[in-house]
C-alpha cells in the first residue's frame, strides 16, 4: 500500500504528456492537463493509506469512522478550491493542490486513528514478519480486484479519448457531468461497501438467508434512489450544472447529457450492490470478468454510436449507460449463479450438520 502508489506515482508523473497526447487532448488545455495530472500523481500514496485504514476499519465493523474522515475530507477539499482557486487565483493547479492536501489530512488522521484506538493495528516487533497463507490468500482476491479496476481505468481513457475528438466543450460538458455523477456513484458505492462488510461477515457465520435479506433491502433502497434522481436530473439537470459552469454551451451540452445518463442509474447502482455482494463471498473471478466487460463496451460502444449520423456527438453519453447495463446485467448473472451454486451448498453443508 506504500510501495506501489508510490512507484506508479512516479511512472504516471514522467509519462502524463505523453499519455494525454496519446489520448489526443486539446491542444488549448494541454499544459492545464499536464499539471493536474501530476500533481494529482503525487497524492496517490495519501489515496493508498486512506484506503487501507478505512478497509480494514470497515471490514472490522467500523463503518461510520472512515465516513467521518471522508466527510471531513471532502469539506476540506470544498475550502481549500475556493481558497486557492477564487482568491489565489491558482486556477487548475490550486484545484489539484487542494485535493492532495485534503488527501493527504485524510490518510494519515484515518491511519493515525486507527493505529491509536483499534488493536489490530497495533502491530508488535514479533509480528513483522510474513504469512505466506494469508499473503496468498490477499494477493488470490486482490490481483483480479486490480485487473478489473485497472481494466476500468483503461477502458475510461478510451472513451476520454473519444470525448476529446469532440473538441474543448464536450470535454468541459463530460468533465461537469462526470463529476456530479460521482455524487450519484456516492450512495451505490457506500451501499456496496456495507454489503461487502455484511455478506462477507454472515457468509463466514452461515447465515445465508441474512445475505439474501439484505441483496434485496439493499436491490430496494438503491432503486428507490435512482427513482428520486430520475426527474430530478430530467428536470433540474441544467441548474444543477451551471452550479459549476458559465459557459452556455457547455451547460446546455451538460444538461443533455445528465438526462441520457440518469435513465440507467438503477443498472449502475445494481453494479454496485450485486459487486458487493460477490465481493464479501471473495469471488474474485467476477472482479476480472467485470473489468473486462468494461473494457469491451468502453471501446466499442462509444466508437459505434458516435459514428451514427443521427446520434453523434451524444452517444459518449448513451455508451456510458449502455455500459452500465452490460456490467450490472453481467454481475447479475454471476449473482444469480453464485447464489444457486454456492450458497445452496453451504445450505445443504447447514442442514446435514443440523440433522448429525
Given amino acids: ?32 492537463a499536464v499539471a493536474y495530472l501530476r500533481i494529482m500523481c503525487l497524492g496517490l500514496v495519501f489515496v493508498s493509506l486512506y484506503n487501507y485504514a478505512s478497509s480494514m476499519l470497515r471490514a472490522l465493523g ?28 491558482m486556477s487548475v493547479v490550486g484545484a489539484g493542490v487542494a485535493t492532495v492536501i485534503a488527501q493527504l489530512v485524510s490518510g494519515i488522521s484515518c491511519l493515525i486513528y486507527a ?30 480486484l486490480s485487473l478489473q479496476f485497472s481494466l476500468i481505468a483503461i477502458s475510461c481513457m478510451a472513451l476520454q479519448r473519444v470525448v476529446n475528438s469532440f473538441g474543448k466543450v464536450a ?10 455523477e460521482q455524487l450519484i456513484h456516492q450512495p451505490y458505492q457506500t451501499l456496496g461497501a456495507a454489503l461487502s462488510t455484511f455478506t462477507g461477515q454472515n457468509y463466514g457465520a452461515s447465515k445465508n438467508d441474512r445475505i439474501t435479506a439484505g441483496y434485496k433491502k439493499s436491490m430496494m433502497l438503491m432503486a428507490i434512489f435512482s427513482a428520486a434522481m430520475l426527474p430530478i436530473m430530467q428536470f433540474f439537470g441544467e441548474a444543477i450544472i451551471r452550479i459549476f459552469v458559465e459557459d452556455e454551451a457547455v451547460i446546455a451540452m451538460g444538461a443533455m447529457a445528465l438526462r441520457i445518463t440518469s435513465y440507467f442509474y438503477v443498472m449502475l447502482g ?14 474474485s473471478f467476477f472482479a476480472l470478468l467485470n473489468g473486462i466487460v468494461e473494457v469491451i463496451g468502453r471501446f466499442i460502444v462509444p466508437v459505434l454510436l458516435t459514428q451514427i449520423s443521427f446520434i453523434g456527438l451524444w452517444g459518449i453519453w448513451w455508451s456510458v449507460g449502455i455500459v452500465w447495463s452490460m456490467s450490472g446485467f453481467t454481475a447479475w448473472l454471476r449473482y444469480v449463479w453464485y447464489k444457486k451454486n454456492r450458497i445452496k451448498e453451504s445450505n445443504i453443508g447447514e442442514e446435514l450438520a443440523a440433522h448429525l
Fill in 1 to 32: 500500500m506504500l510501495v506501489f502508489p508510490i512507484i506508479v506515482g512516479i511512472v504516471a508523473f514522467l509519462l502524463s504528456e505523453p499519455i494525454l497526447k496519446m489520448l489526443a487532448t486539446p491542444d488549448e488545455i494541454m499544459s492545464d
Fill in 270 to 283: 445494481m453494479i454496485y450492490v450485486v459487486r458487493g455482494v460477490l465481493n464479501g463471498f471473495g469471488d
Fill in 62 to 89: 467500523d463503518s461510520k469512522t472512515p465516513l467521518y474522515f471522508l466527510i471531513f475530507s471532502c469539506l476540506l477539499n470544498t475550502a481549500l478550491d475556493v481558497l486557492f482557486v477564487c482568491g489565489l487565483h
Fill in 171 to 180: 470535454v468541459a460538458a463530460f468533465t461537469a457531468t462526470s463529476r456530479i
Fill in 115 to 144: 493505529m491509536k484506538f483499534n488493536e489490530y493495528f497495533k502491530i508488535r516487533r514479533d509480528e513483522l514478519k510474513v504469512d505466506m497463507n494469508i499473503s496468498m490468500k490477499v494477493l488470490k482476491l486482490g490481483i483480479p
